[in-house]
């Protein structure tokens, strides 16, 4: 069974970067066809998808976020990371690392979500 789990600072300053990684357990994030995601969920929002990295290490990014955003990998760690710059306190979430197979709607696995809060 593949597990992630989100890790990084829970306080961030404004106009600060937030960074936070994604260790995954269980399975490659390498195998094919699969898709690894950031998500998150503002208090009292809904679920934002922010981008993606996939098996080959291509990345894609809502273009809502684009300019902001930058999600790499490090394959020998089997880890992926999200990199938000100059947040601000509308950044304020949970964040949560996410499976998906090409092609499916849903996700496979995610990780528990860890909250990050930006306030100076």
């Known amino acids: 069974q593949v597990q992630l789990q989100e890790s990084g600072p829970g306080l961030v300053k404004p106009s600060q970067t937030l960074s936070l990684t994604c260790t995954v357990s269980?399975?490659?994030?390498?195998?094919?066809?699969?898709?690894w995601n950031w998500i998150r969920q503002p208090p009292g929002k809904g679920l934002e998808w922010m981008g993606a990295?996939?098996?080959?290490?291509?990345?894609y990014y809502s273009p809502s976020l684009k300019s902001r955003t930058s999600i790499s990998r490090d394959t020998s760690k089997n880890q992926f990371t999200l990199q938000l710059r100059s947040v601000s306190p509308e950044d304020t979430a949970v964040y949560y690392c996410a499976r998906r197979l090409e092609y499916d709607e849903g996700y496979d696995d995610w990780g528990q979500g860890t909250q990050v809060t930006v306030s100076s």
């Open positions: 269980g399975g490659s994030i390498t195998t094919n066809d699969y898709y």
């Open positions: 990295i996939d098996y080959s290490g291509s990345t």
